[in-house]
């Protein structure tokens, strides 16, 4: 039991996201999407205060100009003070995230990191080290798998947390599988 005063500790659950491939940034790809809605229905709605949302976006291929990788944003107020020409790439996608955990009450910090998608989150779970790892998952076929690769494969197999892998909805899917 805490004692009065004491800080109870939140769950911290890390949501690795990225833009979508079909309608590049600032969306959200299908798999991110769902893996944080998700998150937000399933396990921090009925307690916002018990969790803190993690967000993180492997921005790759580097080289955009962008030198604010290590920069933590946790409200929209962080992303106010920059004009659109400042915001490149990724910096949309974690404001439309952000945003959706401050209407939510639900605290968070967000930020970008370049590199292989699957290398970033395996070294940022190694140093943030959250309770939980939730991913997107493209639902890929055994062939389609081998041939292009899956960044929830890898990290499920390598990450030093437990992970949890989001399929998109059947509804959601696009024509080609590999899109998101």
């Known amino acids: 039991m805490a004692e009065a005063g004491s800080e109870v500790s939140q769950t911290r659950i890390m949501v690795a996201v ?34 803190k949302v993690i967000l993180l976006h492997a921005q790759f291929p580097p080289g955009d100009g962008f030198n604010e990788m290590d920069h933590v944003y946790t409200s929209l107020n962080d992303f106010r003070g ?8 990724g910096l949309h996608l974690l404001k439309y995230f952000v945003g959706r955990c401050q209407h939510m009450g639900v605290p968070c910090e967000a ?13 940022e779970v190694r140093r943030i080290r959250p309770d939980i790892l939730v991913l997107g998952w493209r639902g890929l076929r055994p062939f389609e798998s081998v041939m292009y690769g899956t960044v929830s494969d890898f990290c499920e197999k390598h990450a030093e947390c437990p992970v949890i892998r989001i399929r998109r909805k059947e509804e959601d899917m696009p024509q080609n599988r590999v899109d998101d």
């Open 111 to 123: 930020w970008i990191k370049r590199g292989k998608p699957e290398e970033v989150i395996l070294l």
């Open 82 to 89: 920059m004009k659109n020409k400042n915001k490149p790439r």
């Open 18 to 51: 990225n833009e979508s491939s079909m309608k590049g940034y600032p969306h959200a790809s299908i798999s991110s999407e769902g893996a944080f809605q998700w998150t937000l229905q399933k396990i921090v709605r009925y307690n916002p205060n018990g969790f």
